[in-house]
């Protein structure tokens, strides 16, 4: 069965430091993966997805990227944190067809001070 | 573009009643799903049930079925013999294709208390 792992859990990083998130799903190939953020309550906002190695779309701009090394590894980055960052990030997976179902991360949750 | 609306930014329902959370959709495509999630105090998004534009019968998934009307464009979620496990916060989203990518837009959920 598929399973899809985020870390960490947790962070908390001052203004103005790099962010690495990572997201890995196992039990499938060439998923389509997502990052979504969620603000303190609110809905999901859509930030990246990506169909492929190297094939990556940016829904928002702003001060993070994406990357994608690996089939089934994708990862949010930032060379600076804004206090604006701070939230929930969900990755999610798919197969990818019609009406497939995104399964989601368990997420991880970041304060920037 | 794709728009997804949840009026009802709390409900709240007795154990073993139902309840009904409401979603109501925008899109100009013909072919498109519609998708509820839960989401516990955890965080983790669980994915709860589908109707897709052309599917004739309402969902049902357990406890879970959509009361899908396409002409009204509304896809409301029916809860029935709510368990204190079902408290949450519940979202509508609406799956899009473009570009390659399925897509989804999330509406601003509802958060759903279940008391004794």
């Known amino acids: 069965s598929q399973t899809i792992h985020q870390w960490p859990a947790t962070l908390v990083q001052p203004v103005g430091s790099p962010l690495s998130l990572e997201c890995t799903v196992e039990?499938?190939?060439?998923?389509?993966l997502y990052w979504y953020r969620q603000a303190a309550g609110r809905g999901l906002q859509l930030l990246f997805y990506?169909?492929?190695?190297?094939?990556i779309s940016s829904e928002v701009p702003q001060n993070l990227s994406a990357s994608r090394p690996q089939d089934r590894q994708f990862i949010l980055s930032s060379k600076k944190l804004l206090l604006s960052d701070s939230g929930f990030y969900l990755c999610?997976?798919?197969?990818?067809?019609?009406?497939?179902?995104?399964?989601f991360g368990p997420g991880t949750r970041l304060t920037v001070l | 573009a794709q728009k997804i609306t949840q009026t009802q930014p709390g409900m709240f329902v007795q154990e073993k009643e139902a309840v009904t959370l409401d979603c109501t959709y925008d899109?100009?495509?013909?072919?498109?799903?519609l998708f509820w999630y839960k989401q516990p105090s955890s965080g983790e998004m669980i994915f709860l049930i589908y109707?897709?534009?052309?599917?004739?019968q309402n969902a049902t998934e357990g406890r879970y079925s959509l009361n899908f009307q396409k002409a009204r464009k509304s896809a409301n979620l029916v809860i029935s013999a709510s368990q204190l496990g079902d408290s949450a916060m519940y979202f509508c989203?609406?799956?899009?294709?473009?570009?390659?990518?399925?897509?989804?837009?999330f509406g601003t959920g509802t958060q759903l208390k279940v008391e004794l």
């Open positions: 999610a997976w798919t197969a990818g067809g019609p009406g497939d179902t995104q399964y």
């Open positions: 039990g499938t190939s060439n998923p389509n």
């Open positions: 990506s169909i492929g190695i190297d094939q």
């Open positions: 899109t100009s495509d013909p072919s498109y799903g």
């Open positions: 109707q897709g534009s052309y599917d004739q």
């Open positions: 989203a609406i799956h899009w294709i473009t570009g390659g990518g399925n897509k989804l837009t």
